[in-house]
């Protein structure tokens, strides 16, 4: 039996959350979320995520800062940003999630992460 990937999601709403593990947890990854980039970071030297979905609209530390935190420590993590704001605004990312969140919106970045 092979391990499943390991998806980060890190958003401050609990909906959003419950939502986005389900959608991840049917693609086939386990889930690791934190509601604030303070707890994702504390957790960077135990996981090793291959995704990360990452609301940009956090308290404390923002999510463009995040990001950026991401891509050094985890630079072959396929990024995927999400947020309310204009994708125009989203700092670089592998792929954009404008919310609302469509399960099949986020399907289809998924597949592209795994080519």
Known sequence: ???RPLALVVEDSADQTALL???LDR????VFAAADAETAIAAFATISPAVTVLDLLLPGISGTELARLIKI????????VSSVLDVADYPDADAALPKPIIGADLRALLREATR
Do not use: Q, S, V
Not at 27 to 30: K, T
Not at 73 to 80: A, E, M, Q, T
């Open 1 to 3: 039996m092979t391990a």
């Open 21 to 23: 593990k389900r959608y």
């Open 27 to 30: 693609e086939g990854f386990d």
């Open 73 to 80: 420590r985890f630079p072959d993590c396929f990024l995927i």
